[in-house]
């Protein structure tokens, strides 16, 4: 079955320090993977994208990278700031008889002051 | 700002009553898709229009619609409402239909369903 799923389901540091996001998947045959960065009430913006071949991939403080042996992903923040508190979702292409995706549930950051 | 826009921004219902949400996609993009993003939880995909053809359906309701317009903007046609139908519906788009592409999220419609 195709599942993607992101730990943890919440998160809160302070401001200033690092963390990592995990998602892990099942999906095959995989096309590719995007981190998206959802703030409360507002659509999802993109932060990275990463095809097979890929295995990190920066934007900024944002850096993802992809193991696709293991079928892992990570997204880590680095020196994290107050507007950075939001849900961050990973989610995963494939290919079966047409491009399909699937959302991860989202892990929630809160940066505290 | 992503370049897609929403209307309304919010809509206020009764139950069994029947709304229209629009979309207005990127300008050059051909593909349009809809999700429905309940209250704390994930996006779920609906449906995915390509140059005015149904692309993808996903976990679309008998009572919702969608269409795609000549000049590509699109609406979701929410019946038969219920209470839990009340959620954020968001319109995104993209330049072409394949899963490569990125996708660029609208605003979003909030639903209340009374």
């Known amino acids: 079955k195709n599942q993607v799923e992101q730990s943890p389901q919440s998160l809160i540091i302070l401001e200033g320090k690092n963390c990592t996001l995990q998602?892990?998947?099942?999906?095959?045959?995989?096309?590719?993977l995007r981190w998206y960065k959802q703030d409360t009430g507002r659509g999802p913006v993109s932060l990275t994208i990463?095809?097979?071949?890929?295995n990190t991939k920066s934007n900024g403080r944002y850096t993802a990278t992809l193991d696709a042996d293991t079928k892992q992903s990570s997204l880590h923040i680095t020196a994290s700031q107050l507007s950075d508190s939001a849900s961050y979702i990973c989610?995963?292409?494939?290919?079966?008889?047409?491009?399909?995706?699937?959302f991860g549930a989202g892990t929630r950051l809160f940066v505290k002051a | 700002d992503s370049g897609v826009t929403q209307t309304p921004k919010h809509l206020i219902t009764a139950t069994g009553q029947r709304v229209t949400l629009r979309c207005s996609p990127r300008s050059g993009d051909l593909s349009v898709y809809w999700y429905q993003q309940s209250l704390d939880q994930g996006l779920q995909f609906l449906i995915q229009?390509?140059?005015?053809?149904?692309?993808a359906k996903g976990n679309i309701l008998e009572r919702f619609s969608a269409q795609q317009f000549p000049d590509l903007h699109s609406e979701l046609n929410l019946s038969s409402l219920e209470l839990g139908d009340s959620a954020l519906y968001f319109c995104a788009s993209s330049p072409l239909a394949g899963g490569k592409n990125e996708q660029f999220f609208g605003p979003g419609t909030r639903l209340t369903v009374l």
């Open positions: 229009y390509y140059n005015g053809e149904e692309r």
């Open positions: 990463m095809t097979f071949s890929e």
């Open positions: 998602c892990n998947y099942t999906v095959s045959p995989f096309s590719n």
């Open positions: 989610v995963v292409s494939f290919n079966t008889g047409g491009f399909k995706t699937i």
